[in-house]
């Protein structure tokens, strides 16, 4: 367990240093579908049946 909290904290550490060096951001983990699912939603609010 010990050591699966250090690689979990070298992760860490080395995903700081790389919005330090780099500041963009590449979204995942269904971030596209979710946008995707929040501009159907407010789309579907404005139609009439």
């Not at 909290?5 to 979710?34: M, P, Q, S």
Request: proline share 0%.
């Amino acid at each position: 367990i010990v050591e699966e909290a250090k690689r979990a904290l070298h992760d860490a550490l080395c995903v700081v240093r790389n919005l330090v060096r780099d500041n963009r951001i590449v979204y995942g983990g269904g971030a596209c579908e979710i946008s995707c699912a929040i501009e159907v939603a407010k789309e579907a609010n404005k139609v009439r049946i």
